[in-house]
Nanobody
Framework: QARLVESGGGLVQEGGSLRLSCAAF????????MAWFRQAPGKEREFVAL????????YYADSVKGRFTISRDNVKNMVYLQMSSLRPEDTANYYC??????????????????WGQGTQVTVSS
């Protein structure tokens, strides 16, 4: 069954780092832009970062710019999110997603049709 599976979440102290990974099963993602979203309890799901299909261009939410790095390895069919200088407000469930379109994508969750189950990131102060 086609699915995305995230891993790498956990509990970390403020200022720490984590690396999230996204593995694809039954999906070949190299032709699609990929992204990460997150959702904190009681809040709406929000865009975090996206990477174009060849990995050449990335975009970030202002809240994570300069602290997070999205990357991909199309040979391994993996997507990553390196998170540094973590803050308590980064606490959320993080989702790996695949764009509906191969040539363009944006920051709206409606533009993505494959979602993982998420991995929880908790940052303590």
């Amino acid at each position: 069954q086609a699915r995305l599976v995230e891993s790498g979440g956990g509990l970390v102290q403020e200022g720490g780092s984590l690396r999230l990974s996204c593995a694809a099963f039954g999906l070949q993602n190299s032709m699609w832009p990929m992204a990460w979203f997150r959702q904190a309890p009681g809040k709406e799901r929000e865009f975090v970062a996206l990477v174009t299909r060849n990995g050449g261009t990335t975009y970030y939410a202002d809240s994570v710019k300069g602290r997070f790095t999205i990357s991909r390895d199309n040979v391994k069919n993996m997507v990553y999110l390196q998170m540094s200088s973590l803050r308590p407000e980064d606490t959320a469930n993080y989702y790996c997603v695949r764009s509906i379109r191969t040539y363009y994508t944006g920051r709206s969750s409606s533009e993505y049709n494959y979602w993982g189950q998420g991995t929880q990131v908790t940052v303590s102060s």
